[in-house]
């Protein structure tokens, strides 16, 4: 079987093989032209053109149509010669055999009625009544040909089968590939949001405690001092939560069984924590939520689009910058705008990855986001559309106020 599977152009020492099969059927013609009584035992003439009409048959592989002339030439001159018919026959079908296992159908088809065409010519002149001899030849070339066209066939078969599992494996191997770097991407996402946002605030409120340590030592506010360490106690807090959250992720990867331990994924629920962690940090943040039971990977899309917008507004939109955070829900789609009235430099312009991992957020749900300047008025603004295939219900306006 693995013989028959393989290609035969492709075979190992296949020239060698070919070589040992024709000394082969050489020694098992010259037993046949001994043995049997089917014609005139071969002369010196007859040796030779025996010998000649199998030397071709070692370069069969891979010139088939052209070893089946130079076998058929010293051939046809052996039957002529009114020589033992049979012992050249083994030679013919091995050729034809070649011509049929690596050839097309249609080249095969038409040599062979050649072959039979020439085979009965010469029998009609050699030997005009062996009526049943013509159809012994017919049938042999026949059955030849079509075993090589099947053997043809089956071995096509097979190489599709292996093409279709080798390009199955590579799909699976590229599958892997892809997938470990949209892990990659995603953790790079939230960390980048977690960190970017937490060191900000931590530094914001750092800088309040500076203040107050260093604007007036005689009068020293005991209170607001207090207060900005318990906000900067809070905020590690919150991000060594997270970040233990997204480490627990890495380290469950290649563990079979072990549930998904990211746990539930931030949404809409989260915006106020984030709206009063501005707050702490300076800003006037207006959060309006016109939206309610979003899918889980939207909402948490929602909440990193609007974690970052509120870090950049944080950090460069002046020292008490007023932000405006609106979620509302649409015909099949959630809109989130986050807008602010700051005088600081521009977010756009300052080198990092900050609205990079937004519009990945978005398009990671399908949606798209909209980040720059506001039009004929100072500040930046930060739009987003993420698609909500599943409905969604629309709840009264809530609004909160933090200054």
């Known amino acids: 079987m693995a013989v028959i599977n393989r290609d035969p152009r492709a075979a190992p020492h296949g020239t060698r093989n070919d070589a040992v099969l024709a000394a082969a059927l050489f020694t098992g013609a010259a037993c046949l032209a001994l043995l049997t009584d089917d014609g005139r035992r071969p002369g010196a003439v007859g040796w030779v053109l025996l010998l000649v009409g199998h030397v071709p048959l070692v370069g069969r592989r891979h010139r088939p149509l052209l070893t089946l002339c130079l076998v058929a030439a010293p051939i046809a001159a052996f039957h002529a010669l009114d020589y033992n018919h049979s012992a050249p026959v083994p030679a013919t079908m091995v050729a034809l055999y070649s011509i049929a296992t690596t050839g097309t ?9 050649l072959v039979i065409g020439v085979g009965l010519t010469m029998n009609a002149l050699t030997n005009p009544e062996g009526m049943i001899e013509l159809l012994r030849i017919t049938g042999w070339v026949v059955a030849v040909l079509f075993c090589g066209i099947d053997v043809r066939v089956y071995r096509q078969y097979v190489a599709s089968i292996v093409e279709r599992a080798e390009r199955a494996e590579r799909t699976r191997e590229e599958e892997a590939r892809r997938r470990v770097a949209e892990e990659r991407l995603r953790v790079a996402r939230d960390l980048h949001d977690l960190l970017a946002h937490s060191i900000t605030l931590i530094g914001v409120q750092t800088s309040v405690a500076a203040h107050v340590l260093t604007a007036d030592p005689e009068r ?12 900067i106690a809070e905020t590690c807090r919150s991000a060594r939560g997270e970040l233990r959250t997204t480490l627990e992720v890495l380290r ?7 549930p998904d331990a990211r746990g539930p994924l931030p949404g809409l629920s989260g915006l106020p ?7 702490l940090a300076g800003a006037d943040v207006e959060l309006s939520v016109r939206a309610d039971d979003v899918p889980p990977a939207v909402g948490a899309a929602v909440y990193r689009i609007t974690q970052e917008a509120l870090t950049n507004a944080v950090r460069h939109a002046g020292p008490t910058p007023s932000v405006r955070v609106a979620v509302h829900a649409e015909r099949g789609a959630l809109r989130l705008s986050v807008t602010d009235d700051g005088t600081g430099p521009d977010p756009a312009g300052t080198p990092g990855f900050g609205l990079v991992g937004m519009r990945e957020r978005a398009r990671s749900v399908g949606g798209t986001l909209d980040a720059g300047p506001r039009r004929g008025a100072d500040g930046f603004e930060v739009t987003a559309v993420l698609p909500t295939p ?7 306006l809530t609004s909160e106020r933090t200054a």
């Open 105 to 113: 159908v249609r080249r095969t088809l038409v040599i062979g009625s």
């Open 220 to 231: 020293l506010d005991r209170e607001s001092v207090a207060k900005a360490l318990d906000d």
């Open 252 to 258: 469950a990867q290649d563990t079979a069984g072990v």
């Open 273 to 279: 924590d984030l709206a009063e962690s501005a707050r």
């Open 390 to 396: 599943a409905p969604t219900r629309t709840a009264p």
